[in-house]
C-alpha cells in the first residue's frame, strides 16, 4: 500500500511538471536563503574571529591618556606593570606619521610606529622575511626599519629592501625586515606602516610618554585579577584621577564578539524561515488546486475500497517529496551563491552538516505541516460527491 502511494505521488508531480516546480519554487528559494545566509556569516564570523583572536585573547590593552599634570606613561610606569605577576611582557605602541624617501622616490604621510621585541615574540606570523627588532635595538635606539607590503611594492618594485637604507625625517634607517600582508578582514593591518624600535620613535616622533601599551597575560584565567593589579600602579600614577586611562581586556571582547555574531546568524536564519514558510503555503495552496481537479479521481479510488487514510498518505506523500526536492534543489543553489560571495569578499567557504541538516529538515517539516490539511481534506471527499463531477 505504502508502494503504491509513492508511486501515484511520484506519477502526478512527474505529469504536472510546471505546476509542481511553481510549488517547489518557494521551498528552494527559502532553503537557498537559509544555506548562502548562514554560510556566508559564518565565514566572514570565522575570517574575522580568526584576526580578532591573532590580537591575542592573552592580551589586555592599557591607553593612557593622562591628566594635565602627566601625559601618558614614564619608563618607570611600565616597569612596575611588567613586575605584576602574570604578566609575560609588555609591548607599547608609538604612532605618527612621516614622509619616506628611497632612491628619490617619496611616500607622503606615511603610518611610523615604535614597537619593541615583545610585540613580534607573541606572533610569529608577522614577518615575511629579513628579521624583526630585538631587544638591543630598543636599548640602544638604533635606526633600523620593518615595511609594510604596499611599502615595499611602492618604493622598491623588483628589488630586495632588506639592508637598503631610507630616509625618515632627516635620518637614515636600516631596513631590516619585510612584514607579511594582511588580509582584508584584518583588524590590525601593518601594510601602509613603518615600524621602528619605540625608543627610536620617541625622539624621532618628537613624543615625550607612551599612551598605548600592550600587556600580554601568562594566564588568562586570572586575567580579572591581572587588571586589578594594574589599576593598582597606575591609579596612584595618575594621582587617583578618574579618566585618566582606560583598560580593554581582550579576552571579553573576544566573548562578546562572537556572542553578537552568534545572534546575527540566528537573526539571517530567522528571516530566511519565513521565506519557507511561504514556501510552505505554495505547497498548501497547490494541493488544494490539485484536490479539486482530482476530485473525480479521490471518488473512484474511494469506490474501489481506498481508505481516508490511503488518501491522506497520497497525499503527504506528494507534498513531502515537493518538499525534499526544492530542499535539495535550494541547498545546491544556496552553496553556489555562498561559495561565489565567500570567493568575491576574501572569506572562507565551508557548508556546515549542521546547517544542512536544518535547511532540508526544516523543508520537510513544512512539507508535511502544510501538506496535511490538504491531505486531510481529500481522505474526507465523499464517493457520491466525488463522482457527481464525472
Do not use: C
Not at 40 to 53: E, L, M, P, R, T
Not at 83 to 107: A, E
Not at 243 to 252: Q, V
Request: avoid cysteine.
Amino acid at each position: 500500500m505504502l508502494l503504491e502511494s509513492i508511486k501515484m505521488s511520484w506519477d502526478n508531480i512527474i505529469h504536472n511538471k510546471l505546476r509542481s516546480f511553481l510549488t517547489m519554487l518557494g521551498i528552494v528559494i527559502g532553503v537557498a536563503s537559509i544555506i548562502a545566509l548562514i554560510t556566508i556569516v559564518q565565514g566572514a564570523k570565522n575570517s574575522i574571529s580568526d584576526q580578532v583572536n591573532a590580537l591575542g585573547v592573552n592580551k589586555v590593552l592599557i591607553n593612557a591618556m593622562g591628566t594635565p599634570l602627566k601625559q601618558g606613561l614614564s619608563q618607570d610606569d611600565m616597569r612596575n606593570i611588567a613586575k605584576i605577576d602574570n604578566i609575560s611582557g609588555i609591548s607599547p605602541t608609538i604612532s605618527g606619521k612621516s614622509g619616506i624617501v628611497f632612491n628619490n622616490k617619496v611616500m607622503k604621510n606615511v603610518i611610523v610606529q615604535g614597537k619593541n621585541e615583545v610585540y613580534f615574540n607573541t606572533d610569529s606570523t608577522l614577518l615575511k622575511s629579513g628579521r624583526t627588532i630585538n631587544s638591543l635595538d630598543s636599548e640602544s635606539q638604533n635606526h633600523v626599519a620593518m615595511l609594510g607590503s604596499n611599502i615595499v611594492s611602492t618604493l622598491f618594485y623588483g628589488v630586495d629592501p632588506i639592508g637598503k637604507e631610507l630616509t625618515m625625517n632627516g635620518t637614515t634607517y636600516t631596513i631590516i625586515g619585510i612584514l607579511k600582508a594582511s588580509s582584508g578582514f584584518s583588524t590590525g593591518s601593518n601594510n601602509n606602516t613603518v615600524i621602528i624600535p619605540y625608543t627610536t620613535a620617541l625622539r624621532s616622533l618628537g613624543v615625550k610618554n607612551i599612551t598605548n601599551l600592550d600587556v600580554f597575560l601568562e594566564d588568562t584565567k586570572i586575567a580579572d585579577d591581572t587588571v586589578t593589579a594594574i589599576k593598582g600602579v597606575l591609579n596612584p600614577a595618575f594621582n587617583y584621577k578618574d579618566n585618566a586611562y582606560t583598560i580593554f581586556n581582550m579576552g571579553d571582547m573576544i566573548d562578546t564578539f562572537q556572542s553578537m555574531m552568534s545572534m546575527m546568524s540566528l537573526l539571517l536564519a530567522g528571516i530566511a524561515a519565513i521565506s519557507l514558510v511561504v514556501g510552505g503555503i505554495g505547497i498548501m495552496n497547490m494541493m488544494l488546486v490539485s484536490i479539486t481537479e482530482r476530485t473525480t479521481e479521490i471518488g473512484l479510488r474511494k469506490a474501489l475500497g481506498a481508505t481516508p487514510n490511503t488518501i491522506q498518505l497520497q497525499f503527504i506523500i506528494e507534498a513531502i517529496f515537493l518538499s525534499i526536492f526544492g530542499g535539495v534543489i535550494g541547498l545546491i543553489l544556496g552553496s553556489l551563491i555562498a561559495y561565489v560571495a565567500a570567493t568575491l569578499i576574501g572569506i572562507g567557504f565551508s557548508v556546515s552538516l549542521a546547517t544542512i541538516s536544518l535547511a532540508v529538515g526544516f523543508s520537510a517539516v513544512v512539507g508535511i505541516v502544510f501538506g496535511y490539511m490538504p491531505a486531510r481534506k481529500a481522505s474526507r471527499l465523499n464517493p457520491i460527491d466525488a463522482l457527481r463531477s464525472l
